[in-house]
């Protein structure tokens, strides 16, 4: 199943607003932290740093979930999440990253978190259909 943003959930997830991030923490509680996120082809990319307690999460639980909200308007995203650490993914992450927010600093221990979108919920304005075709 591939998730469609709609037009103007595309467009509210291009805006510069700034997401949460939530992973499941090492003793079962829920670890939540702002993140700056883009989403492309149904991944939700976070750039960040190696060894972080986000990342050390995502590789211990395996997925996550990031929610965006402004005024009344929000959309989350959940799925399941890998760490690439690759640096052709990093660096596409970065210029995803840079048009969204801004150009991050130098960080020779960034790495990418990557969630594949596998569901979206969304206030009424927002609505996202999913196409059932590739499923």
């Known amino acids: 199943m591939t998730i469609q943003l709609s037009d103007t959930a595309a467009l509210f997830v291009s805006e510069r607003h700034m997401g949460i ?7 079962g509680g829920i670890h939540s932290v702002p993140v700056g996120f883009t989403v492309e082809d149904g991944i939700l990319r976070i750039i960040t740093s190696d060894g972080t307690q986000k990342v050390r999460n995502v590789e211990r639980g395996g997925t996550a979930t990031v929610a965006q ?4 308007r929000w959309i ?3 799925g399941p999440a ?6 052709d993914a990093v660096a596409h992450a970065v210029a995803l990253y840079a048009v969204r927010y801004r ?18 919920m969304s206030s009424a304005d927002l609505v996202v259909a999913a196409d059932r075709s590739a499923a």
């Open 69 to 72: 909200v402004h005024e009344g």
């Open 21 to 27: 991030l939530s992973t499941l923490g090492h003793r």
């Open 82 to 87: 890998t760490i690439n650490r690759d640096a």
């Open 103 to 120: 150009q991050p600093r130098v960080n020779p221990i960034r790495v990418v978190i990557e969630i594949a979108i596998d569901k979206v």
């Open 76 to 78: 989350s995203f959940a």
